[in-house]
């Protein structure tokens, strides 16, 4: 299984970015897929993550209304949709699948996403 992340960079307080992450080989409708966050000197965290198969989706408190996962089952791939960013959402972005909530199995390389004030 390979997650391949891309989007992340350097965005000012109040912008956006949106991350993707493809995945390798066939998704079952039971998987789970998303993105855990680990900001400099801080634990890592649960971002969002998405039920493959139904689509639900949870949000960590902190992103609530900011950040929107989504999936597209014909390429694979997740979305994390990141607006009005906040110099605390600055941090290395995992994009992680798994078969339970908060329970990664595998994870992505990571990308940078930093929030300027």
């Known amino acids: 299984v390979q997650l391949q992340a891309s989007g992340g960079g350097l965005v000012a307080a109040g912008g956006y970015l949106r991350l993707s992450c493809a995945a390798s080989?066939?998704?079952?409708?039971?998987?789970?897929m998303g993105w855990f966050r680990q900001a400099p000197g801080k634990e890592r965290e649960r971002v969002a993550e998405?039920?493959?198969?139904?689509?639900?989706?949870y949000y960590a408190d902190s992103v609530k209304g900011r950040f929107t996962l989504s999936r597209s089952t014909a390429e694979n791939t997740v979305y994390l949709q990141m607006n009005s960013l906040k110099p605390e959402d600055t941090a290395v972005y995992y994009c992680?699948?798994?078969?339970?909530?908060?329970?990664?199995?595998?994870w992505g390389q990571g990308t940078l996403v930093t929030v300027s004030s």
């Open positions: 992680t699948r798994g078969l339970n909530l908060g329970s990664p199995v595998y």
């Open positions: 080989g066939r998704i079952f409708s039971s998987a789970v």
């Open positions: 998405i039920r493959w198969g139904v689509g639900n989706t």
